[in-house]
């Protein structure tokens, strides 16, 4: 079992950066651990949205098309937490925003779990509104 807490939330206006946190913890979930740590978004009446995520043993690291550019993953070992710099952010990007992590497996070199299923583990959110 992996515990996930965000942080980072906030009101910006267009144009503006945020940066959010995820702090890691649990049994599972330590130096060796094998999966993906990812984000996600959701906003209300809509699916959520894969983001970007970073497989914790290579820091690969893979974004959504959306948000190519724009946002960087980064992630602090020490402590293990998990980092999202959102730059140049739009109204469109307004949303509620998800850590969540997949289970402790192996995934090939060329796999990126972008799916919702893929991720049994979730934190509680933090709300990022972008304001025009």
């Known amino acids: 079992q992996v515990q996930l807490e965000e942080s980072g939330g906030g009101l910006v206006q267009a144009g503006g950066s945020l940066r959010l946190s995820c702090a890691a913890s649990?049994?599972?979930?330590?130096?060796?651990?094998?999966?993906?740590l990812g984000w996600f978004r959701q906003d209300p009446g809509k699916e959520r949205e894969f983001v970007g995520a970073?497989?914790?043993?290579?820091?690969?690291?893979y974004y959504a098309d959306s948000v190519k550019g724009r946002f960087t993953i980064s992630r602090d070992n020490a402590k293990n937490t998990v980092y999202l710099q959102m730059n140049s952010l739009k109204p469109e990007d307004t949303a509620v925003y998800y850590c969540?992590?997949?289970?402790?497996?192996?995934?090939?070199?060329?796999?990126?779990?972008?799916?919702?299923?893929?991720?049994?583990?979730w934190g509680q959110g933090t709300q990022v509104t972008v304001s025009s």
């Open positions: 969540a992590a997949t289970g402790n497996i192996y995934y090939s070199s060329n796999y990126f779990p972008t799916a919702r299923y893929e991720y049994v583990n």
């Open positions: 649990g049994r599972t979930f330590s130096r060796s651990f094998m999966g993906w």
């Open positions: 970073i497989r914790w043993s290579d820091d690969n690291i």
